[in-house]
Antibody
Framework: QIQLVQSGPELKKPGETVKISCKAS????????MHWVKQAPGKGLKWMGW????????TYADDFKGRFAFSLETSASTAYLQINNLKNEDTATYFC???????????WGAGTTVTVSS | DIQMTQSPASLSVSVGETVTITCRAS??????LAWYQQKQGKSPQLLVY???NLADGVPSRFSGSGSGTQYSLKINSLQSEDFGSYYC?????????FGGGTKLEIK
């Protein structure tokens, strides 16, 4: 079946780097865009940006320019989110979501919780 | 950037009641709007897309309406499994902003 499987929880210290994976299965990876969404504890959803799975070109929302990087390993149908120089405010659950055109996100990963604490 | 204002922020209702959640965009989004349901500790699930289209498998007690800058999600005859948080999201150009969310609780 169609699914996105994300990597497990991460506990990091401020200043460290984390790389989260999102492995797609059950569909042709390059037929759909991949988006990343942040949810801080007890807060709402925040769109971080997306990556074109055909070209690998990333687009970042303004709040996620600089320390954040989207990448792909197309041969493994996997998308990655890397966060550099982690800060306490990066503590959140990060979701990958499949984008169907410019209409909706129809498949979501279960989320990866990143905790940043000294 | 387009801002999405969702209301109410929370709602306490009983099983069997009907509820309406609204979302207002800061500019015309031409029905490029989706609604999601999120249960505690789970990922969001698509309910409605293009403002009025129910996603596959979504019960018919859910309906979406609206146009221009004003949109609504209506849930008829609330069931126990409908409690959770609801979010709207526009798709009229990036960033694809979400509304602030509505938490639906049992009265």
């Amino acid at each position: 079946q169609i699914q996105l499987v994300q990597s497990g929880p991460e506990l990091k210290k401020p200043g460290e780097t984390v790389k989260i994976s999102c492995k797609a299965s059950g569909y042709t990876f390059t037929d759909y865009s991949m988006h990343w969404v942040k949810q801080a504890p007890g807060k709402g959803l925040k769109w971080m940006g997306w990556i074109n799975t055909e070209t690998g070109e990333p687009t970042y929302a303004d709040d996620f320019k600089g320390r954040f990087a989207f990448s792909l390993e197309t041969s493994a149908s996997t998308a990655y989110l890397q966060i550099n120089n982690l800060k306490n405010e990066d503590t959140a659950t990060y979701f990958c979501a499949r984008g169907d055109g410019d209409w909706y996100f129809d498949v979501w990963g279960a989320g990866t919780t990143v905790t940043v604490s000294s | 950037d387009i801002q999405m204002t969702q209301s109410p922020a929370s709602l306490s209702v009983s099983v069997g009641e009907t509820v309406t959640i609204t979302c207002r965009a800061s500019e015309n989004i031409y029905s490029n709007l989706a609604w999601y349901q999120q249960k505690q500790g789970k990922s969001p699930q698509l309910l409605v897309y293009a403002a009025t289209n129910l996603a596959d498998g979504v019960p018919s007690r859910f309906s979406g309406s609206g146009s221009g800058t004003q949109y609504s999600l209506k849930i008829n005859s609330l069931q126990s499994e409908d409690f959770g948080s609801y979010y709207c999201q526009h798709f009229w150009g990036t960033p694809y902003t979400f509304g602030g969310g509505t938490k639906l609780e049992i009265k």
